[in-house]
């Protein structure tokens, strides 16, 4: 297993172990016996067998990096995978997932959870109460489309009033992959008007900014209406739901 692999040991290999075992045998053995060999067949033996053990010396650094590298590779591997999670014995308890991880299974939770994570964007009761009669299908896209917001709501906030240049809040929202209008169409605000307004501390706030998510039916199509507080420097979610009546629907 790839965790046998990472508690690798180096032994000396068999074939340096062979030529030390060698080289010191026949040490004993010419000084048993007394050698008969000339000097220089005996300088010409050391040197042979320094050029072998030399060789096999080198073989053994060899293996030493490439071993290095099994347990590495392998420690990198134990890092990355869940075999943590694998392992787990039925009495262990996993931490449940908190707002910054968990994925939403309905647009009602995707509220909830951008609220949880929100600084810079409000959501109304109404919201709320839009989200959880949605029968949009992608909770899950919901939920970046109001991530979104809080980011673009951030850069927003730190440039409001204030003359620096924050960019297009369109673009800022393009670069997130979402199409941003800042307004709908006078028809519409002639004829469904009330539908784009929404009551803020005794106040009536204008809510025609918006995100479109798909198109067509309520359960592939939810639009996201919020209202731009300037004095709060904040984004005041109002509506998380069906398209708005407009020319189109």
């Not at 067949?41 to 053990?53: G, H, P, R, T, Y």
Request: hydrophobic fraction near 40%; include cysteine; aromatic fraction near 6%.
């Amino acid at each position: 297993m790839v965790f046998e692999a990472a508690a690798f040991r180096h032994i000396e290999p068999a074939p340096i172990a062979h030529v030390r075992a060698s080289a010191e045998r026949e040490a004993r053995e010419a000084a048993r016996s007394g050698s008969t060999k000339s000097t220089d067949e005996l300088l010409d033996d050391l040197i042979e067998m320094e050029a072998k053990l030399k060789a096999a010396e080198e073989a053994n650094a060899e293996l030493v990096k490439d071993n290095k590298t099994l347990r590495d590779n392998a420690a990198a591997y134990a890092a990355n995978s869940n075999w943590q999670g694998q392992l787990s014995t039925a009495g262990d308890t996993v931490p449940e997932a908190s707002a910054e991880t968990a994925a939403p299974t309905s647009i009602a939770e995707a509220v909830q959870l951008a609220q949880a994570r929100a600084k810079n964007v409000r959501f109304l009761p109404s919201a709320h109460a839009s989200a959880a009669d949605s029968p949009y299908r992608q909770p899950e896209r919901v939920l970046q489309a109001l991530s979104a917001l809080e980011e673009v709501a951030s850069i927003w906030a730190e440039t409001v009033g204030s003359g620096k240049a924050g960019g297009s809040v369109r673009q800022l929202f393009k670069a997130r992959g979402f199409e941003y209008a800042d307004d709908v169409s006078q028809t519409s605000k002639g004829k469904w008007g009330t539908e784009y307004i929404a009551d803020y501390k005794g106040k009536q706030v204008d809510i025609s900014p918006h995100i479109t998510l798909g198109a067509k039916q309520a359960d592939t199509c939810l639009s996201i209406h919020w209202a731009w507080l300037r004095d709060e420097k904040a984004a005041l979610v109002a509506h998380v739901g069906r398209h708005k009546t407009n020319t189109k629907t």
